[in-house]
């Protein structure tokens, strides 16, 4: 066999040159000298490599490749679908269901410590807080009472304890966005307060009083100041000589008993409206309410010719 590189006579099973080292392809055979020296090659007729050949892909072929680009464009087409199918769901959810939700008016709070409306008012001052307003769940029927706190334009307040009414003031403490208010009110509700107001005008509002000392927070409501008036006691016994009004010399104090049988009585800036009967010699009965009915027994006595009324040892003076 001839080298097809440098045309020297090698042995026929040899697949490498021992002259040139050129690898021996037996597909081809000698043809002819080039110019430069080497020979001229042609493939044998009748080989594996002489005969055309298909075009096969590597991986798949062309029913394969057009599987694979449908399931990519379903998968795609399913994600978006379920993208703008998410975003209508929630788009109608905010049309049909209001953000805010009042499942009671504010006056039926249950809880002294929780608003019933959960819409917070966005603006708020002290000439909200004009007004009567009870404790969130407080309710009363005819042996029991409630206190109500009233707010007037002028700074004046008051509260109404079943037949006792006591009166005080109020006094702005904002500043900026801290809303505070300090109650001047001989009762539990002494003292400076943060407030917030919640709800609307429609449901309701709330008011939130938080004690700036204590950290006690309340829980008001809106509703109509209520007074309980005692009926007076049947067949009840007067002692005539104490009929009037009578005051202590600094006039801070005062009785007014009259002859149907009610009595009213200031303490400061306290008044309470009750009824009263002489059930034992020397002792005035008087019944009055606050939770509830009270009842007590004070001791009095006339001095000098009736012009001078000692009860439970304090000296009032008739009018």
Wanted: net charge positive; with cysteine; hydrophobic share 35%.
């Amino acid at each position: 066999m001839i080298c097809p590189r440098c045309g020297k006579d090698i042995p026929d099973a040899e697949t490498m040159c021992p002259f040139c080292m050129q690898e021996i392809d037996h597909n081809f055979e000698f043809n002819d000298f080039r110019e430069d020296g080497f020979v001229q090659l042609k493939l044998k007729e009748n080989t594996p490599s002489s005969q055309p050949q298909s075009y096969k892909p590597k991986y798949f072929d062309i029913s394969e490749y057009n599987i694979f680009v449908i399931a990519i464009v379903f998968v795609l087409c399913v994600s978006l679908f379920t993208i703008f199918s998410l975003k209508f769901v929630q788009k109608r959810a905010k049309i049909i269901v209001p953000k805010y939700v009042s499942t009671e008016p504010v006056t039926e709070a249950t809880t002294a410590t929780e608003p019933t409306t959960a819409n917070t008012v966005k603006s708020y001052g002290l000439e909200d807080l004009i007004g009567s307003w009870k404790f969130a769940g407080d309710e009363e029927d005819k042996y029991t009472a409630i206190p109500y706190y009233t707010f007037k334009e002028d700074g004046y307040l008051r509260e109404n304890y079943g037949s006792m009414v006591t009166e005080g003031s109020y006094v702005d403490l904002s500043k900026g966005k801290d809303k505070a208010v300090y109650l001047s009110l001989d009762s539990n509700m002494k003292g400076g307060y943060d407030f917030e107001l919640v709800g609307n005008k429609d449901s309701g509002y709330a008011l939130i009083l938080t004690h700036q000392s204590s950290g006690a927070e309340y829980t008001l409501v809106k509703a109509d100041a209520k007074m309980k008036k005692l009926t007076p006691i049947p067949n009840c016994k007067l002692d005539k000589s104490i009929i009037g009004t009578w005051y202590t010399k600094e006039k801070d104090k005062a009785y007014k008993f009259t002859d149907k049988g009610t009595l009213k009585r200031i303490t400061g800036k306290i008044t309470t409206y009750a009824v009263w009967t002489i059930e034992k010699k020397g002792e005035i009965t008087i019944k009055y309410m606050k939770d509830e009915i009270k009842t007590v027994v004070v001791p009095y006595k006339l001095l000098i010719k009736n012009k001078k009324l000692m009860v439970n040892g304090t000296i009032y003076y008739k009018k």
